[in-house]
């Protein structure tokens, strides 16, 4: 059998294309998938962890003390007037303000003397050993048997007297310890204990009266200043303490996040619930739910959820509020 030329021309050009279309396409093949692979990689490349920039504390054990605050004045616990024997006029005075003087010591005469009449000068004494804390007369006033010719107090044994609202009357009680501050002494805090609780309360005010003593009286406490008082209510020892901050609410469950880390070393949030104590300032007791070294979140865990990532930007200083980074 014989093929015309024209016959053989088509057959050939037939057989070539689909060759060419062969080879085209098992050539296109591994190249797409090379790229599939490679567009794979990339994105996988540029997969970023989303990391939330946090503070951290580690939880201690330590001591918090509840407290009331108040406002009181500072006393002699001993004043007494000195008053004359009889009316008349200031003769002569023995002592000035400040002068420490002794029981039945002369501090002042008064004349009796009427017109016509001449009498002898009738001595004022102190009425007690002490400090004049106040002269109320000058030579040649009138005075009369219940005016206050001087003040002797004791000024070594001071007393800080101040009012407590009948709301928080059941937290005061005898002996109870407190701490003073005062304006002139910054920075400066001085012990003191409840010396006298009124049994009963002033109907205006509806207040009860509380007295208190400072436990040394070194001479920079003295009458006539006004203290801070801050009254010890409740004192807890060896408790696990974290700053308030830290305990936050989820799900209406009080909780904290405590830094971890996943299987490559990458930081982690771990959230659990805790059953806090009492608060004292910007202070908290934990009594479960936190072990003491815990790495606890204090601050940036708005937004975290169990298992977020962390950068943990800086550390704080365990309960004293400063950082180190």
């Not at 044994?157 to 101040?162: D, G, K, R």
């Not at 070393?265 to 072990?291: F, M, T």
């Not at 790495?295 to 990532?309: D, F, I, K, W």
Request: glycine share 8%.
């Amino acid at each position: 059998m014989k093929l015309s030329k024209s016959g053989l021309g088509k057959a050939g050009l037939a057989v070539a294309v689909a060759a060419a279309l062969t080879l085209t396409l098992s050539g296109c093949k591994p190249k797409a998938a090379d790229e599939a692979k490679n567009a794979g990689e990339e994105a996988s490349a540029n997969a970023v962890k989303t990391l939330f920039a946090v503070s951290t504390i580690t939880a201690e054990r330590g001591e918090l003390k509840d407290y009331l605050e108040f406002g009181g004045d500072v006393s002699a616990k001993t004043n007494v007037d000195a008053l004359p024997d009889a009316a008349g006029k200031i003769a002569e005075i023995r002592v000035s303000v400040g002068d420490r003087v002794e029981k039945n010591q002369v501090i002042a005469y008064v004349d009796p003397s009427r017109p016509g009449m001449t009498y002898e000068l009738s001595a004022v004494k102190a009425p007690i050993a002490g400090t004049v804390t106040a002269v109320n007369v000058v030579v040649g006033s009138m005075v009369s048997q219940q005016l206050s010719v001087a003040k002797v107090s004791k000024i070594d044994a001071l007393q800080v007297s101040m009012n407590v609202p009948e709301r928080y009357v059941s937290k005061i009680k005898p002996n109870q310890n407190a701490e003073l501050r005062f304006d002139a002494w910054p920075g400066t805090v001085f012990p003191a204990r409840v010396s006298e609780v009124s049994p009963v309360l002033d109907s205006a005010s509806r207040s009860m009266s509380v007295k208190l003593e400072p436990a040394d009286n070194d001479g920079r406490i003295k009458a006539g200043m006004f203290a801070r008082v801050k009254l010890i209510t409740d004192t807890r020892t060896d408790i696990v303490i974290v700053p308030e901050s830290a305990v936050i609410t989820r799900y209406g469950e009080e909780c904290v996040f405590v830094a971890g880390a996943d299987e490559s070393g990458q930081a982690v949030a771990k959230r659990q619930v805790v059953r806090p104590g009492i608060r004292v300032d910007d202070k908290i007791e934990i009594l479960s739910g936190v072990n003491p070294g815990d790495e606890v979140v204090a601050r940036g865990q708005t937004l975290l959820e169990e298992g977020s990532y962390l950068n943990v930007v800086s550390r704080l200083e365990p309960l004293s509020g400063s950082e180190k980074n």
